[in-house]
């Protein structure tokens, strides 16, 4: 697969094309959003124009963007590709005097450019729970109340992370204030999955280390498996890698993949 710019009024985004059908390419906002205390939000519907941020290598198989938050706060983000795979990695890097702290990213994977991979009804969305695939929504758990309008937009919290219904500022997860729910399963891995629908043995999936949460909205369609960045102190480099994956196969060889290489 190979890598491209979605263009300039979307300049965190990123378009990727699939190895199955080449003239067909998936969207990824990288990031959709990074915010926290001490640093501005870095988004892709900022009004703040960023010339050109992606640089590409020759054969646009590795790509990579950096942009200041804040003086002294430089967020990059770096993506490298080979034909069944997409590395990311996120960086923040602070030489200022005052710390990051309480990051929040979301990373948007669209899958809806492929047409075998548009799921709007979550009908071939799986997520990992205890290492087996968990149909997302058909066979995930929720008691409370339902968005007044529209599809919920299911979301699990992690093993060994945040109860992200008790973080005040992502109140989109919470019934009242957004559309989207958090169910009583938990993901582990951090792998969320889309199963192609002519060939069902085909699977696009994405997973950070560490990772927030993982949910996805199916009225865009998008899949994410979002990082947990730590604080960046004064001085401090602070990274989180994922992994796009392009896969053949059952769900649990694409988690033993996932284990694997990354």
């Known amino acids: 697969s190979q890598i491209g710019e979605a263009g300039e009024e979307t300049t965190n985004t990123l378009m990727i094309s699939s190895p199955w059908a080449t ?21 892709h519907s900022s009004t703040v124009k960023i010339d050109k941020p ?4 020759e054969d646009s198989s590795s790509t990579w963007f950096e942009y200041e938050a804040r003086p002294g706060l430089v ?8 034909s069944m795979s997409v590395r990311l990695r996120m960086e923040l890097h602070n030489s200022s005097d005052t710390a990051a702290t309480d ?7 669209r899958p809806g450019g492929l047409s075998d991979f548009r799921d709007t009804n979550y009908d071939r969305t799986f997520v990992a729970v205890d290492w087996k695939p968990v149909q997302l929504g058909a066979d995930t758990h929720y008691d409370g109340p339902l968005p007044e309008k529209g599809r919920p937009y299911w979301a699990l919290n992690v093993v060994g992370g945040p109860d992200n219904l008790a973080i005040e500022d992502l109140g ?8 989207g729910r958090i169910v009583k399963e938990v993901a582990d891995p951090p792998l969320i999955a889309v199963r192609s629908a002519g060939e069902p043995q085909r699977w696009l999936a994405v997973i950070w280390r560490p990772s ?20 960046c ?10 992994l796009i994956i392009f896969h053949e196969g059952d769900f649990e060889s694409l988690l033993q993949r996932a284990n694997t290489e990354l």
């Not at 990824?28 to 939000?41: A, M, Q, R, T, Y």
């Not at 992606?54 to 290598?57: G, I, K, L, T």
């Not at 967020?75 to 080979?82: L, N, P, S, V």
């Not at 927030?212 to 604080?231: A, G």
């Open 54 to 57: 992606w640089q590409f290598n």
């Open 23 to 43: 003239q067909q390419r998936f969207s990824i906002n990288f990031p959709e959003h990074c915010w926290g205390k001490g640093l501005p939000n870095v988004s």
């Open 233 to 242: 102190q004064p001085g401090e480099v602070i990274s989180n890698e994922g």
């Open 172 to 179: 989109w997860f919470r019934p009242g204030s957004g559309p």
């Open 75 to 82: 967020y990059r983000a770096k993506a490298e590709t080979d």
């Open 103 to 109: 990051i929040r990213t979301l990373i948007c994977l």
């Open 212 to 231: 927030r949460m993982v949910f996805s909205n199916c009225s865009i369609p998008c899949i994410h498996s979002d990082p947990l960045p730590s604080d």
